[in-house]
């Protein structure tokens, strides 16, 4: 069952960071000594929101990919669930068209803000305690203009469920990127160090995710099985890579498209899915047919264990990306426009000037160590007119010029009235 493993596999690890915890778990429990994985428990609405949280997963995927693959076309991951709860937070300050634009983005469309923000805390917390072997933490942060009064509803709501540090900064002083960079390091263990290059006076809120998992593998690959192998490139080229191998027990299935291998962490509450498409199949379609409706709930309904012969390389990916385009053709443009209501936030009229992902992954025959930080970066709007009282009921001056050189021609001053 020895086959050129495709790089797709470097992609799908994004599904695992679906299921993180709400803060840092710093003690890994010996690995012979593990509990199993805590079962939890939802309510049928909340399944429902699970659902509709791995369609936005695809959504994504699908329409990064797309994007990549007119570009530089190189591997890439993401991380859905860092994206949804940054976005979550700003639409708690969204209202109208917006925030109904940036929920059916999310395929969150029909639920309460109560209702969504109560899931989000649920999961978080609970997903903390299913694997104590397992580094995991999730940090949310609000940095605001501290010129700027924001609405006290709104960072009560970010407080209560997303445990949103919040932070008052003035974007017109250099040090402060260096305080937003530095978040973002902390919240990622050093593997994210950069995220933003500049701030301006124009800057109303950042709004910051950042989720870092470091899991052992279960089944760990023997490192002396590691060999340079040859390696089928998506172009048709040919590469040598470090190839890790070992013969075990695993969950697998395979159909007409890919062949499928569970890869379990530490006391199994997380795996890495390796999807290889079939020979002939190119990401491009096989990314298609991932993401078509039903595919992937089928795909791993049919998993069951096997002895797989198991060839995997090792692999670091480091990615950064804009995400207005992709955003906006998910169906949030509206977000991005001057049109936008975030009058929760502030009385300050402001849209979302970009959203950025910047994500890390390093796979070897221990596990896996990954991170991922999202940053929406909320403008102000340039004002209107202004409405003021002029009232000349007291001593003026005035002056006639002409506008295109500013000669003046005539200056006086009226003091009184006879």
């Not at 086959?3 to 710093?26: E, Y």
């Not at 929101?49 to 591997?75: C, G, H, K, P, T």
């Not at 002083?173 to 260096?178: E, K, S, W």
Request: net charge negative; with cysteine; proline share 3%.
């Amino acid at each position: 069952m020895k086959h050129a493993f495709s790089p797709f596999f470097s992609l799908v690890i994004a599904g695992t960071l679906l299921i993180v915890s709400c803060h840092r778990s710093d003690e890994e429990a010996p690995m012979g000594e593990l509990s199993d994985p805590i079962q939890i428990e939802l309510r049928s609405e909340e399944k429902k929101m699970i659902e509709s949280d791995q369609a936005f997963a695809f959504d994504f995927f699908e329409n990064v990919f797309r994007e990549e693959a007119l570009d530089e076309d190189a591997n890439f991951m993401v991380s859905p669930l860092s994206l949804s709860m940054a976005l979550m937070m700003t639409s708690n300050g969204a209202g109208g068209d917006t925030k109904s634009a940036m929920r059916t983005t999310l395929h969150l469309d029909g639920y309460g803000d109560q209702e969504v923000n109560a899931y989000y805390k649920k999961l978080k917390e609970a997903l903390l305690k299913t694997d104590p072997s397992t580094k995991l933490s999730i940090a949310n942060a609000i940095f605001t203009d501290q010129f700027v009064e924001i609405h006290k509803a709104f960072i009560k709501t970010n407080q209560s469920y997303f445990d949103a540090t919040i932070r008052q900064v003035n974007f017109g002083d250099p040090a402060t990127v260096d305080i937003i960079n530095g978040w973002a390091s902390e919240h990622t263990d050093g593997l994210i160090k950069e995220v933003i290059e500049e701030t301006s006076p124009l800057d109303l809120m950042y709004l910051l995710n950042a989720i870092y998992f470091k899991g052992i593998w279960t089944t760990q690959f023997d490192k002396k099985n590691t060999s340079r192998e040859p390696f089928s490139q998506e172009d048709g080229g040919r590469a040598d890579v470090d190839m890790m191998h070992q013969t075990a027990t695993f969950n697998y299935t395979a159909d007409k498209s890919f062949q499928l291998v569970q890869l379990p962490y530490g006391n199994q509450a997380f795996s890495m899915m390796v999807l290889l498409p079939v020979e002939g199949l190119s990401l491009r379609e096989a990314v298609a047919v991932l993401c078509s409706e039903g595919y992937w709930g089928g795909l791993q309904s049919r998993l069951s264990e096997a002895e797989v012969t198991l060839s995997l390389p090792k692999f670091k990916t480091e990615y950064s990306k804009k995400l207005n385009d992709v955003l906006t053709a998910m169906g949030m443009g509206i977000a991005f426009s001057t049109m936008a209501d975030f009058s929760g936030m502030s009385d300050c009229p402001a849209f979302i000037e970009f959203v950025k992902q910047d994500t890390y992954i390093s796979t070897d025959e221990e596990g896996t160590e990954a991170a991922a930080v999202t940053v929406v970066a909320m403008r102000k709007n340039a004002l209107g007119p202004q409405q003021v009282l002029f009232n000349a009921n007291r001593p003026f001056l005035y002056l006639i010029q002409e506008n295109s050189t500013g000669a003046i021609l005539y200056m006086g001053a009226v003091k009184h009235f006879k």
